[in-house]
């Protein structure tokens, strides 16, 4: 089953950073972390992944802690079309088997 | 921008029935995925397909259940005797990125939503 630990819930204002915290413990040195999330009833979509260092792409950032036992994603400037459900997912292939994750919701 | 299609985008059947939902794939792509989400339920793994073969199935694709590559295009996901639980949205995904080497991103299609009645 997911071996990550997230927030069932969160809120953020539109137009500020949403920090979006995920704990994996129990991570494997080969193991990478990745980002999806889904809007409404949508397909799952692809944000970021890392394996150690920080990552930036066009949607997120993804900071990774030094004992990779704990990642944030960060959306620096959210809006209302951010609001979704976020799954950290760890694994060392394409296996990607998804959690509760954390439902954002970003408020006016 | 390229994308994962499936087919149908709601299917209705009788309990006992027989359904195919189709998905055709990104073109590049050699690693193709089923997930089914029951509602108000996680996102749970079907099964993955390589090379004309099932690479990893989960405990809940069980004998009803097929997949197959029948042309270059098309990767199909088969029910044969369809249960009340089978009803979900079902997600194919597709890869370009061998999984044995380093994880690559997983593209999802919009789903095909299945009712058993």
């Known amino acids: 089953d997911a071996k990550t630990t997230q927030p069932p819930s969160m809120d953020c204002a539109e137009g500020r950073a949403a920090n979006l915290p995920c704990n994996h413990s129990?991570?494997?040195?080969?193991?990478?972390v990745y980002w999806y999330r889904q809007i409404h009833s949508q397909g799952p979509q692809y944000i970021i992944h890392g394996l150690k260092n920080n990552e930036t792409n066009e949607m997120a950032s993804l900071i990774i802690t030094e004992d990779r036992k704990s990642s944030t994603l960060i959306l620096p400037h959210a809006t209302l079309r951010d609001t979704a459900v976020y799954y950290c997912?760890?694994?060392?292939?394409?296996?990607?088997?998804f959690g509760a994750g954390t439902r954002l919701t970003v408020k006016p | 921008e390229p994308e994962v299609t499936q087919t149908p985008s709601h299917q209705v059947t009788q309990m006992g029935q027989e359904v195919i939902l189709r998905c055709v794939p990104i073109s590049n792509h050699l690693y193709f995925y089923w997930y089914r989400q029951i509602l108000g339920q996680k996102v749970e793994f079907l099964v993955s397909?390589?090379?004309?073969?099932?690479?990893?199935k989960s405990e809940i694709f069980d004998d009803r259940f097929s997949v197959e590559r029948p042309d270059g295009s098309n990767f199909t996901l088969k029910i044969r005797s369809t249960k009340l639980e089978d009803s979900a949205m079902y997600f194919c995904?597709?890869?370009?990125?061998?999984?044995?080497?380093?994880?690559?991103?997983?593209?999802f299609g919009e789903g095909s939503r299945l009712t058993v009645l």
């Open positions: 129990t991570i494997s040195g080969n193991e990478y």
């Open positions: 397909f390589y090379n004309n073969e099932i690479s990893e």
């Open positions: 995904a597709s890869s370009e990125v061998s999984p044995l080497r380093s994880p690559g991103e997983l593209f």
């Open positions: 997912i760890v694994t060392y292939n394409n296996d990607m088997r």
